[in-house]
């Protein structure tokens, strides 16, 4: 089972909401990823975290929050969002080099 | 320039052809190399991996890669409509997290 489930499938909020994107493999996979797309772009690097600890931040805005409450979840949590940031918003999973996708979250930002 | 290039296309191929796509990559010490299929408005979905140069068959899908050259690629043979489909290159290096993508190409299979 190589399963990646993202929730919700698709979110509409306005600039001054807070909102969260929830992530969850049951792998055992012991890093996970954010990632943004926009439309015919490639999946552009977020957040990285390994064993639970945030290794990588691609310099992105405060206005997300990643949080990995065990080895299993990954949340990204919103604030304060900006029209440009509607996109999809992809979280992966990997036990090794393979990173598996989940199915994202279509974000529009009113 | 960019660490992971491809070809933007679109390439458009008739059905039953060999798709041929190609990836450069420009760091020496890229070790795992993934090609991901992605439906518009779909997630990413693997295709192939491949860690040593050569090539790599599974079904229809063969990757090559040659490292010398930093260069690999997938070929698709006998292409089907269902193929239509952008393909993205991504490369890891060695014992990281950090994968990096191409840009995709963008693959039109015609009946």
């Known amino acids: 089972d190589t399963e990646v489930t993202q929730t919700p499938k698709h979110l509409v909020m306005g600039m001054t909401n807070k909102k969260s994107l929830k992530c969850e493999q049951h792998m055992g996979h012991r890093a996970m990823y954010w990632y943004k797309q926009k439309a015919k772009k490639p999946p552009e690097l977020m957040f990285v975290?390994?064993?639970?600890?945030?290794?990588i931040n691609e310099s992105v805005p405060s206005r997300f929050s990643p949080e990995c409450p065990n080895s299993s979840l990954l949340n990204l949590h919103l604030h304060a969002l900006q029209p440009e940031d509607s996109a999809l918003y992809l979280c992966?999973?990997?036990?090794?080099?393979?990173?598996?996708f989940g199915p994202g979250t279509r974000l529009t930002v009113l | 320039q960019k660490e992971v290039e491809q070809n933007s296309g679109p390439l458009s191929v008739p059905e039953g052809a060999i798709a041929s796509l190609n990836c450069t990559y420009s760091?020496?010490?890229?070790?795992?190399f993934f090609w991901y299929r992605q439906y518009s408005g779909k997630s990413p979905e693997l295709i192939m991996f491949?860690?040593?140069?050569g090539d790599k068959e599974d079904g229809r899908f063969t990757a090559q890669l040659n490292k010398a050259s930093q260069y690999v690629s997938l070929l698709i043979r006998d292409s089907q409509p269902s193929d239509s489909a952008t393909y993205l290159c991504a490369v890891k290096g060695y014992n990281n997290n950090d994968m990096r993508f191409g840009a995709g190409t963008r693959l039109t299979v015609k009946p």
């Open positions: 491949i860690y040593s140069n």
């Open positions: 975290y390994s064993y639970e600890k945030l290794s």
């Open positions: 760091d020496r010490g890229s070790q795992s």
């Open positions: 992966a999973s990997s036990g090794s080099d393979t990173q598996y």
